[in-house]
């Protein structure tokens, strides 16, 4: 592996990047946002984007924005890989342990947080992340070494959980970064202390707080050091790594591993130290702030959803791209949405009447109004002509869109990356509440209204609302997070 940065006698006067991601939503949205920002910063760069085939149309529709706005600009190279995504290879293992009518997130994971449950939980993260078997992550790694060949970019920036793009990278010979859409902590947690990533961080699947609790840190240094020990016993991860190295005779790379010895290595993080984890950045680490693609204005792609959200304040529920919903856990969130808007409306009679959105992802087939869930908004008056409550499978709009439509009063979400950095919704930045703290991850429809009804219309909202709002000033001095990362890709070029 090279150890320094081409020489500038070396690298091309038109820069050549190729980026390397898995195309789940709350992985690719980093890249493609990034991707636009690029060709923003230089219409020339010579960009190119390898991932699955589903993305295919959203990389031709950043190429064809940057051409309608630079006639000169260089379109993106689409790569299509063919092999499984990131997504079915997790999909299978799961229904291969729990059985066919499983998904994820896990049994463990939708239970109410206990010692057994957290470990649980921890076991199946080690056993599931890396997703590809042997032969699977293979046949990803050498349909990426045959790309990188092919390019021979100056650059490969790398999705951190496509683990056989992480690992050709660093295969390759050629300068490589990494671009996240998860917090400094993920980035940096190597460089913090051993006590405080034992005592001071909450361990996964924990759900203590932050600063973990003195009579709890003894049990959060107990789940930091299990977790260490799965990653380092897992069967599976034991499996591929060893038919890694027998089949390239290298080491398979992780997420663990940082390119820290190699002066061109970054690790771009959607992140700012004002919405973080306090806790020293290394270097390496570059925060950009949330990288996030502008998105249209919600009158330009969906004018019927911004007329209906203009008519008064909206509860916005969207608990990310994989979470499916049960229909047992579609009717507890209905009845926790209806009673909160019957308070709302017993509390604030003449106030603008308040709505829902809602996109729900189903687990398994079946009717809203069978499952009993129209029930409780129909006892709100309801009816389907009234359409106070919207509940959709898909959405056109971004949900960037939908939060800088004015009247999203507040934004309901499963606490995913994307959704961190869209809403910034946080009990430790005082701008949000846990809904279910009490039971979580498992949510129950009574302290479910009683922590919507507290940000909404609670003696704290306005307070909430105030530092939600200094927040978001912060973000902006810092400027776009997708031009900060581009910038920082274009120098890493340049060196």
């Given at each position: 592996m090279n150890s320094h940065c081409p020489s500038r006698d070396n690298v091309l006067p038109t820069p050549r990047i190729l980026f390397a991601t898995n195309s789940e939503r709350g992985q690719c949205g980093v890249f493609l946002a990034t991707a636009r920002a690029l060709l923003c910063s230089n219409p020339h760069t010579d960009l190119h984007f390898a991932s699955f085939a589903i993305l295919q149309k959203d990389v031709e529709a950043i190429s064809r924005e940057a051409l309608c706005e630079d006639p000169t600009a260089t379109p993106i190279v689409f790569h299509s890989i063919n092999a499984k995504t990131h997504t079915e290879v997790v999909t299978a293992n799961i229904v291969a342990s729990y059985g066919k009518a499983a998904s994820f997130p896990t049994p463990a994971m939708t239970q109410s947080f206990s010692i057994t449950t957290t470990m649980e939980a921890i076991r199946d993260i080690c056993g599931f992340l890396?997703?590809?078997?042997?032969?699977?992550?293979?046949?990803?790694?050498?349909?990426?070494?045959?790309?990188?060949?092919?390019?021979?970019?100056?650059?490969?920036?790398?999705?951190?959980?496509?683990?056989?793009?992480?690992?050709?990278?660093?295969?390759?010979?050629?300068?490589?970064?990494?671009?996240?859409?998860?917090?400094?902590?993920?980035?940096?947690?190597?460089?913090?202390?051993?006590?405080?990533?034992?005592?001071?961080?909450?361990?996964?699947?924990?759900?203590?707080?932050?600063?973990?609790?003195?009579?709890?840190?003894?049990?959060?240094?107990?789940?930091?050091?299990?977790?260490?020990?799965?990653?380092?016993?897992?069967?599976?991860?034991?499996?591929?790594?060893?038919?890694?190295?027998?089949?390239?005779?290298?080491?398979?790379?992780?997420?663990?591993?940082?390119?820290?010895?190699?002066?061109?290595?970054?690790?771009?993080?959607?992140?700012?130290?004002?919405?973080?984890?306090?806790?020293?950045?290394?270097?390496?680490?570059?925060?950009?702030?949330?990288?996030?693609?502008?998105?249209?204005?919600?009158?330009?792609?969906?004018?019927?959803?911004?007329?209906?959200?203009?008519?008064?304040?909206?509860?916005?529920?969207?608990?990310?791209?994989?979470?499916?919903?049960?229909?047992?856990?579609?009717?507890?969130?209905?009845?926790?949405?209806?009673?909160?808007?019957?308070?709302?409306?017993?509390?604030?009679?003449?106030?603008?009447?308040?709505?829902?959105?809602?996109?729900?992802?189903?687990?398994?087939?079946?009717?809203?109004?069978?499952?009993?869930?129209?029930?409780?908004?129909?006892?709100?008056?309801?009816?389907?002509?009234?359409?106070?409550?919207?509940?959709?499978?898909?959405?056109?709009?971004?949900?960037?869109?939908i939060l800088r439509a004015g009247n999203i009063a507040c934004s309901v979400h499963h606490g995913g990356a994307n959704s961190y950095n869209e809403a910034l919704l946080v009990e430790m930045l005082g701008i949000g509440l846990h809904g279910c703290r009490n039971t979580q991850p498992v949510f129950h429809s009574e302290e479910l209204s009683r922590q919507l009804l507290r940000v909404l219309i609670g003696n704290g909202a306005k307070e909430m609302k105030m530092k939600a709002l200094k927040l978001a000033a912060v973000c902006e001095q810092y400027g776009s997070g997708p031009k900060i990362a581009a910038e920082g890709i274009l120098k890493l070029v340049a060196k």
């Amino acid at each position: 592996m090279n150890s320094h940065c081409p020489s500038r006698d070396n690298v091309l006067p038109t820069p050549r990047i190729l980026f390397a991601t898995n195309s789940e939503r709350g992985q690719c949205g980093v890249f493609l946002a990034t991707a636009r920002a690029l060709l923003c910063s230089n219409p020339h760069t010579d960009l190119h984007f390898a991932s699955f085939a589903i993305l295919q149309k959203d990389v031709e529709a950043i190429s064809r924005e940057a051409l309608c706005e630079d006639p000169t600009a260089t379109p993106i190279v689409f790569h299509s890989i063919n092999a499984k995504t990131h997504t079915e290879v997790v999909t299978a293992n799961i229904v291969a342990s729990y059985g066919k009518a499983a998904s994820f997130p896990t049994p463990a994971m939708t239970q109410s947080f206990s010692i057994t449950t957290t470990m649980e939980a921890i076991r199946d993260i080690c056993g599931f992340l890396l997703g590809w078997d042997g032969p699977e992550f293979m046949k990803l790694y050498d349909c990426l070494n045959d790309i990188i060949e092919s390019v021979m970019p100056d650059l490969i920036i790398v999705d951190v959980l496509m683990t056989p793009a992480v690992t050709a990278a660093w295969n390759s010979g050629i300068p490589f970064s990494y671009l996240s859409p998860n917090s400094i902590k993920d980035a940096a947690g190597k460089s913090q202390s051993r006590f405080d990533l034992l005592f001071k961080y909450p361990a996964l699947f924990s759900g203590f707080r932050y600063p973990v609790p003195w009579r709890l840190k003894p049990l959060n240094a107990f789940f930091v050091l299990y977790l260490l020990y799965r990653l380092l016993r897992e069967p599976s991860l034991s499996t591929t790594k060893r038919f890694i190295e027998e089949k390239t005779g290298k080491p398979m790379k992780t997420l663990s591993d940082r390119g820290t010895d190699f002066a061109c290595f970054k690790f771009f993080v959607s992140s700012l130290p004002e919405i973080d984890f306090p806790m020293s950045i290394p270097p390496y680490v570059v925060p950009c702030g949330p990288i996030i693609a502008e998105g249209p204005p919600i009158f330009e792609v969906d004018r019927q959803l911004a007329v209906w959200l203009s008519k008064g304040p909206t509860v916005y529920v969207n608990l990310g791209s994989l979470y499916k919903m049960s229909e047992e856990r579609a009717e507890e969130l209905a009845k926790a949405l209806a009673e909160t808007l019957t308070e709302v409306d017993k509390l604030q009679p003449d106030a603008p009447q308040m709505q829902v959105l809602w996109k729900l992802k189903k687990l398994g087939d079946y009717e809203l109004a069978a499952s009993g869930c129209t029930e409780y908004f129909y006892r709100l008056g309801d009816a389907p002509n009234n359409d106070r409550v919207r509940i959709v499978d898909w959405l056109v709009a971004p949900p960037i869109s939908i939060l800088r439509a004015g009247n999203i009063a507040c934004s309901v979400h499963h606490g995913g990356a994307n959704s961190y950095n869209e809403a910034l919704l946080v009990e430790m930045l005082g701008i949000g509440l846990h809904g279910c703290r009490n039971t979580q991850p498992v949510f129950h429809s009574e302290e479910l209204s009683r922590q919507l009804l507290r940000v909404l219309i609670g003696n704290g909202a306005k307070e909430m609302k105030m530092k939600a709002l200094k927040l978001a000033a912060v973000c902006e001095q810092y400027g776009s997070g997708p031009k900060i990362a581009a910038e920082g890709i274009l120098k890493l070029v340049a060196k």
